[in-house]
């Protein structure tokens, strides 16, 4: 069965996918943006649950581009979280805890390799541009490497646990820039996109 490619404006967590991902840090530690909001969904406790979940898998903090699977807590359509650690806060907060192109590409690898070892199948995921907030890449290059990655994920997996991956564009803007360059990547998102948004590509 194919992998379908969607695109929703919002939050991630409003939507009924099984896999949530989450832009995190190398401490796994749920500050602001999607990680306030994945935090906020999960329910209460659910940071104590992920730090002991990040003790048990790394030992400690994780790499950068690293992936830690854990419950979603008390979302009430979600079944994991994939915390990809884009920030780098080992040695504190500093110039080099920005994310490079290269932690992006290597968290995205990981990301779906992580799906692949989950024991359901049928897997939907809710994609977000990792590194676009507090790791000021902005959405296009980060929804770029997320389309190479995937689409080189899928040649490789002919059978993926994948069925649907939900790019999610919070802001209006976030959203075309967004669909623009998932559409170039895969070009059979574009017949189920609005027709402004569709006119608004041409």
Avoid at 68 to 95: C, I, K, Q, S, W
Avoid at 185 to 190: Q, T
């Amino acid at each position: 069965m194919p992998t379908h490619i969607t695109l929703n404006q919002g939050s991630l967590t409003e939507g009924d996918e099984s896999v949530l991902v989450n832009a995190s840090n190398t401490q796994a530690q749920l500050g602001s943006g999607v990680s306030a909001a994945i935090r906020a969904a999960c329910g209460r406790g659910y940071q104590a649950r992920v730090f002991e979940a990040l003790q048990h898998r790394f030992g400690g903090p994780m790499q950068p581009g690293e992936v830690l699977m854990t419950d979603a807590g008390e979302h009430p359509r979600a079944r994991h979280v994939a915390h990809v650690a884009v920030m780098d806060y080992r040695d504190g907060f500093n110039a080099s805890s920005y994310p490079t192109a290269d932690v992006i590409r290597t968290g995205c690898e990981r990301l779906w390799d992580e799906v692949e070892r989950l024991p359901e199948s049928g897997v939907s995921v809710a994609m977000v541009a990792l590194g676009a907030g507090t790791g000021n890449l902005g959405v296009v290059e980060p929804t770029r490497i997320a389309c190479e990655t995937l689409k080189a994920h899928l040649a490789l997996h002919t059978n993926s646990r994948l069925a649907r991956v939900t790019f999610y564009g919070y802001e209006l803007h976030e959203y075309l820039a967004m669909a623009s360059e998932l559409v170039r990547h895969f070009p059979e998102l574009a017949a189920s996109l609005p027709d402004e948004v569709r006119a608004y590509l041409r």
